[in-house]
C-alpha cells in the first residue's frame, strides 16, 4: 500500500469576512507536492463558515482530488464555548452553482463570518438539518488553541440525545497540531477520546 498525503484542513484567507480571492494556488501545489514526496494527494480549503468560491474554482482545475470543505463554529449549549467542526460534502464536480447554494446556506446560517464565543452560533443540529439535501460527512476537530467537542457541553451534564452520544462517541477528531504549544491540553484530549 502506497501512502496518500492529506490535508483537510487549508485556510485560504487570515479572516473569513476579508478572503483572499488571489490565494497562491501554485505556491499550494508546490508545497504539498514537496511534502508528499511524489505520492498521491487529496486536500480541502476550509476556511471559516464560508467557501471562497473563485479560489476554490481555480483549485479544481489545479488539483487532482479535492474535496469541497469549511470549517464550522457550532454551539451545543448556551454557556459552554462553541468547538470547530469540518463538514466535507460529496460533490463530483465542484462547480460554481453548488458554491452559491452551499455559500447561501452558510450565509444564513453565520452572518458574521468571524465569530466569537457570544455571538449567535447555529447547533450541530441545525447544521444538520440546513445541509439534509448533501451528502456531506461532518467531523469535528480541535487543537491546542481550539475548544474540542468535549468542551462544549457543560460538566456533570449527560448527553440527552442520540446524536451528541453518536458524536461524543464515535466520530474521532481531525486533530490540529502545528506547533508543540499547549501540547499537553492536545495529549490530555486524544487520552479522553480513547
Known sequence: MEPIFIDLHIHTSKKPDKLDKSYD????????????EDSDYLISLTDHNTINKPVYLEA???????LLGVELHIRNHDYEK?????????????????????????????????????DDIPTLE????????YEFVLLPHGGQSHSTFNESIPK??????????????????????RSDVRLEKALDYLVLCY
Open 82 to 118: 462553541p468547538y470547530h467542526s469540518h463538514i466535507y460534502f460529496d460533490l463530483d464536480p465542484i462547480d460554481a452553482s453548488d458554491i452559491n447554494n452551499i455559500n447561501a446556506i452558510l450565509d444564513e446560517l453565520y452572518p458574521k463570518k468571524e465569530v466569537t464565543d457570544v
Open 156 to 177: 456533570g451534564a449527560q448527553f440527552d440525545n442520540t446524536l451528541e452520544r453518536n458524536i461524543y462517541y464515535n466520530h474521532f477528531d481531525g486533530f490540529t497540531a
Open 126 to 133: 441545525k447544521i444538520l438539518n440546513r445541509f439534509d439535501s
Open 60 to 66: 479544481v482545475k489545479t488539483f487532482d482530488n479535492i
Open 25 to 36: 494556488l501554485d505556491l499550494l501545489k508546490e508545497k504539498i507536492e514537496e511534502i508528499a
